[in-house]
């Protein structure tokens, strides 16, 4: 998996004083009594060699080629809302790629009156907006529509992140190319990349608060994410996030594309499938803690976890420690943003004893995130995508954390 | 007026026209109706050859290959393209894979998958009449063409009509429109809320440690560790 | 300076089609015909290698030894209000180290109940927050407080930065200890390395809004801001936010320790200096267009830029492109929070001649940015620290943007 | 009462008491007031003698040099000694530096701030004997102390008392609190408001590229590019 891993037992916790005192206090460490290392040094910087261990992650056996596959984000060690842009999570089709920004183009073309060619000089120099928004992959969660398969957070729920993205805004885009508003009631997306990536995004959604992002986190998008130019379609899927994105076509119809026809399709109980279903609905997962982690000890704990809606803002997040007999409501971390993650924290003291953690987010709208028997009764098993359950966590009497399914 | 855009919107002339033939050269996408479509035609032989140079050793000789990706052709059957519904993906049936041509209802999805995405490592590369003609092939490894078949954009809106999944789709806007409700319904219960007592699913034992020691993927500090996963799970 | 630049004058601009149209559009790229790399090949990410150019960098000149100095933030190139953490700006006084973070110790002590030791294990098991906020050095922009000195935005204002800060309330720690609210009256924040970097809080602002932090977007605080502990103080100059945090003591009186008596304060016009003068006041300037940049084209232009202030949010930004005659107010990018950055964006159409761009920002407490005489009559040139005078940048009649006062 | 706390702050017991030996282990700063002075004593020859050795090659022997860091003594007079006031920081005075000493009102400063981080490649490894008679040989090249002086823990105030500058700071509170003023006016005029019509400065010619060639710190697409600024400014 690349970097080499820190390996530190919980044995190695230091806790107590003995006798005089820690000898962590009582012995200067050569930091206090040395020079350290010079600025800029990394131009630019990096993480601490001691956090190694979080990093993004292939799920063995998911996928069969790398280039179409899946790495997940670590969120069992992350905090607050953003998501590091170095953590975030990679889907490829068909690999990615590092464009030449200088020989990128934007086409705009279809339903308009005319059609427009882009080059990044173009773009960046138009009216830009910047906000903050969470992108899920339509199948994180996927594997446990069933029983539960995975063991941590990072493969559970590792396919969102949350990042600062500014562009320009697509309808900005559209009105200049003098869209037809009357025809005109779907945008196809279409990548630059060999899987050329293409999507139906609906009028309304497009003209309301889609960006067409070049920048992510404060710099320019990763390679990974789409670098040059990717498009931001809040509350969607993240596979309508069309990355290295070239094409802009209005049309009257929607396009089936592969992965609105063959993927990215649910299916129901009674042998169809639902087509075109983007919306991830609200959705909440307690990270901190969570699968395969040891509690150190018995007493408190701040409990932490992640909650978000692709139809609004985070309303309220209720916890339960006894499998979803008993809930009390989290604190917020502000600000509480449409359609972007949202941190929960609070309180638990535990007493040693197996207990079994859930979290529950409700969304503006008033939607109750739902157990995953709820979700089977509509939905069955096999619909693989939109998988938004409620998460239970089982603490042993030893303190681990294993991943159960309880409602 | 140009003047008035001009004053309110004065990025309005950012970027250029696109000419004709720069749209020509990036317009490929085909949609269901066949819009974008080109004409041309290829037949199952000419695709057979097609598939056996630059497919199959990715999808198999027959479309079941498993190796990188689930297989295009199986599990449908005449009275599925009848139908247009495929049988395998009703409850209770034991067919081990959903294949691409199981799901998939509208075959201009196919042909313009394989002529932007495919082969895989070389997309793009194929000519029209090759699109055509390993399109045919693989609708004749599921028995919707013979394997005389010639596919055109002439016939091929004949040839949607046997789709053996062409009825299977269904839209359901609420999951489409940002304004739409779900379809689960949960409520905020906070005392003593109806849940049955015991754990409906636990982890299987060896997918404990099958992502690797989960110890290895958690900070050294902090109020948890990674468990050792190497070991055995608690009781 | 490390990673090696990328030249492309402006002239590989490629803005119109020749004949039947672009090469970049009509000749497929590589990228499109072929198949891309695999996923977690980077198990952390990194920026594309087009984006070298955009790297810390230190001022030549400005400092004698680089364990003691500054690198900037390169502001030109960013976008909404987070910063990159790899580009998060540095100011060592004796060096970085990247320290074990199951050796660092935090003690509380003085004017408290009971002092207390605590590990990283412990303080990341307490309650905790996490918020955006700006950290500026109080000798941000300092050199200029006379003339014009530097060429760009990177080092007039590069010593900038705001992130999402996760970590324990320092109110929850002092509560924790038993804090003596009635003598004690100050709070002394320590650092772990050799400097040990001392500064003096006070008791009102301590149980305000302090956060003894840990994370920083998302991630753990980078080695060079301070893994694996900092002092967040919202509002206040960089230097007092502590890094390799150690200790807390609670006492009655200043510390007037060696940044506090001999270096950040402000020497004013009749030879008295002023001592502990924190706070950040509100401040803005554009970066896109900014020092050193050139205009491509005449025509429109979004103009953009940050604004902040330490006593509060940021109400209203207006930029004037006629050296400050004539001001129209700016569009603000929410959310708009309390001590952190706010970015703003205005359109503009460049005619082709001579103009001067200037933003200046007004914050929740009605304070106006003042202009570069404003300040100097009431402070002098030679106090250093706390320069917040409002940003002229020239553009020339060849689009070439420089650094020049105009009030 | 510790119930009401356990249950209002349930993370009360998070963490544990510091031993006394930890608490004097750490806690090594002094204050003006001189808490935190530990006793001893060291003259100006022992502090020559500690400054020859470990801190000359790096401020000089006089403690003037300008090599890592601005001199730390020079600019300060008799007369600033007894005025408590440092002439050359007032107006009109055109002493190229400014110095620790003219600085400095607190001599604890320099104890506390020698005894933590110097020598800088090697802090905190000074004994306290040889801190005070360094800080004594500082003194004495500022006139502050005779050549034959021991400074000490008992007459340190006294010192203190003939700090060139110890009169020199004023406690500003508006800025030091969040709700605090500011001193500097400005007022959101909106139009035909009051300029000067000239640019008053602008870059040095010296200043284009001694920070490198900004071409080559700008992004290479963008509204704007990186001047080229191994060439001439424009006029
Ligand atoms: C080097 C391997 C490779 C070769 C060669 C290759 N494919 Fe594929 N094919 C794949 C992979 C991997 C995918 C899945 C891509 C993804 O995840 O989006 C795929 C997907 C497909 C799909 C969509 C299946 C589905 O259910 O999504 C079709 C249809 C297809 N290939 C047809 C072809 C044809 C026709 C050719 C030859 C002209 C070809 N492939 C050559 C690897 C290959
Ligand atoms: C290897 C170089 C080096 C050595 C040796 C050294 N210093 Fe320093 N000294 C510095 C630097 C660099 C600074 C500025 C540190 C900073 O920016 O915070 C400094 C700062 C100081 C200051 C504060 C000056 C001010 O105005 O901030 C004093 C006092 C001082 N040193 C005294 C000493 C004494 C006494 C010794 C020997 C016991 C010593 N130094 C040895 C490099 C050195
Ligand atoms: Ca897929
Ligand atoms: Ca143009
Ligand atoms: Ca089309
Ligand atoms: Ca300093
Ligand atoms: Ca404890
Ligand atoms: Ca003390
Ligand atoms: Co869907
Ligand atoms: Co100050």
Redesign the interface.
């Known amino acids: 998996?690349?970097?080499g891993?820190?390996?530190?037992?919980?044995a190695?916790?230091?806790?107590?004083?003995e006798g005089?005192?820690?000898p962590?206090?009582?012995k200067?460490?050569e930091?206090?009594?040395?020079?350290?290392?010079?600025?800029?040094?990394?131009?630019?910087?990096?993480?601490?060699?001691?956090?190694a261990?979080?990093?993004?992650?292939?799920?063995?056996?998911l996928t069969?080629?790398?280039?179409?596959?899946?790495?997940f984000t670590?969120l069992?060690?992350?905090?607050?809302?953003?998501?590091?842009?170095?953590?975030?999570f990679?889907?490829?089709?068909?690999?990615?790629?590092?464009?030449?920004?200088?020989?990128?183009?934007l086409?705009?073309?279809g339903l308009v009156k005319?059609?427009?060619?882009?080059?990044?000089?173009?773009l960046?120099?138009?009216?830009?907006?910047?906000?903050?928004h969470f992108i899920e992959c339509g199948a994180n969660s996927a594997p446990e529509w069933?029983?539960?398969?995975?063991?941590?957070v990072?493969?559970t729920h590792g396919m969102v992140s949350c990042?600062?993205?500014?562009g320009v805004r697509l309808s900005?885009l559209l009105?200049?190319c003098g869209v037809d508003k009357k025809l005109g009631k779907f945008v196809?997306a279409?990548g630059?990349?060999?899987?050329?990536m293409?999507r139906t995004i609906?009028m309304?959604?497009a003209m309301?608060d889609c960006i067409v992002a070049?920048?992510m986190?404060?710099?320019?998008?990763?390679?990974?994410n789409g670098?040059?130019l990717r498009l931001v379609v809040p509350?969607i899927q993240g596979v309508s996030w069309v990355k290295?994105l070239?094409?802009l076509?209005v049309?009257d119809?929607?396009?089936?594309?592969?992965d609105?026809?063959?993927h990215y399709?649910?299916?129901?109980?009674?042998?169809?499938?639902?087509?075109?279903?983007?919306?991830q609905?609200?959705k909440s997962v307690i990270t901190?803690?969570s699968?395969?982690?040891?509690?150190?000890d018995k007493?408190?704990?701040?409990v932490?976890g992640l909650a978000w809606s692709?139809?609004?803002s985070i309303k309220?997040v209720?916890v339960s420690v006894d499998?979803?007999?008993?809930?009390?409501t989290a604190r917020l971390?502000?600000?509480v943003?449409d359609k972007a993650l949202t941190?929960f924290?609070i309180?638990w003291?535990w007493d040693g004893q197996p207990a079994?953690l859930q979290s529950?987010a409700?969304d503006s709208?008033g939607?109750?995130?739902?157990?995953i028997n709820?979700?089977r009764?509509?939905?069955?098993t096999r619909s693989i995508y939109?998988q938004n359950a409620?998460q239970s966590w089982?603490v042993?009497?030893?303190g681990?954390?294993?991943?159960?399914?309880?409602? | 007026s140009q003047l008035a855009l001009a004053q309110s919107q004065p990025w309005h002339e950012v970027g250029r026209e696109a000419t004709p033939a720069e749209i020509k050269a990036w317009d490929i996408d085909v949609r269901p109706d066949f819009k974008g479509l080109p004409k041309g035609e290829g037949s199952v032989a000419l695709g057979e050859k097609v598939w056996e140079a630059q497919c199959a050793s990715c999808h198999g000789s027959f479309g079941e290959s498993n190796e990188v990706f689930t297989p295009i052709v199986g599990g449908t059957t005449k009275a599925d393209i009848e139908r247009g519904r495929v049988k395998n993906l009703e409850p209770g049936n034991t067919f081990p894979q959903r294949t691409t041509l199981m799901k998939v209802a509208t075959v201009s999805t196919l042909w313009d998958y394989i002529n932007r995405a495919m082969p895989w490592n070389a997309p793009k590369t194929l000519k029209t009449e090759e699109v055509y003609g390993v399109l045919a092939y693989i609708l004749h490894l599921g028995d919707i063409v013979p394997a005389d078949f010639t596919l055109s954009d002439q016939n091929i809106a004949e040839v949607q009509k046997r789709m053996p999944n062409r009825n299977g789709m269904v839209f359901h806007e609420p999951l489409w429109k940002a304004s739409g409700k779900g379809d689960a319904k949960n409520v905020a219960c906070m005392k003593d809320c109806p849940t049955e007592a015991q754990v409906r699913s636990s982890l299987p034992d060896f997918a404990r440690d099958a992502h690797g020691n989960i110890q290895e993927q958690n900070r050294v500090v902090g109020p948890v560790r990674g468990a050792d996963t190497t070991k055995p799970p608690p009781k």
């Open positions: 998996m690349g970097a891993a820190v390996a530190a037992g919980h190695s916790r230091a806790l107590a004083s005089e005192g820690d962590a206090i009582l200067m460490p930091h206090t009594r040395g020079l350290g290392r010079p600025v800029a040094e990394n131009p630019y910087g990096q993480p601490s060699k001691w956090e261990n979080l990093q993004r992650r292939q799920s063995p056996g069969r080629v790398p280039q179409a596959s899946v790495s670590p069992q060690g992350l905090f607050g809302m953003i998501t590091p842009s170095g953590l975030h990679e889907r490829h089709h068909q690999g990615w790629w590092d464009i030449d920004p200088s020989q990128h183009r086409m705009v073309h005319r059609s427009r060619v882009f080059t990044m000089d173009d960046m120099r138009l009216p830009s907006v910047s906000r903050i069933g029983n539960v398969a995975l063991p941590t990072q493969y990042s600062e993205f500014t900005t009105e200049m196809l279409e630059a990349d060999g899987s050329s293409t609906d309304e959604r309301e070049w920048a986190n404060g710099e320019m998008l990763r390679p990974e670098y040059p509350g290295y070239r094409r076509e049309g119809q929607k396009w089936a594309s592969k609105e026809a063959v399709i649910d299916l129901m109980p009674d042998g169809t499938h639902r087509q075109y279903t983007g919306i609905e609200c901190t803690p699968g395969g982690q040891m509690l150190l007493g408190y704990y701040n932490s692709g139809r609004g309220r209720d499998g979803g007999r008993n809930w009390r971390e502000g600000p943003l941190r924290n309180d003291v079994i529950r409700i709208t939607y109750v995130q739902p157990k709820q979700l009764a509509v939905r069955g939109h409620i089982k042993a009497e030893n681990e954390v294993s991943n159960v399914q309880v409602y």
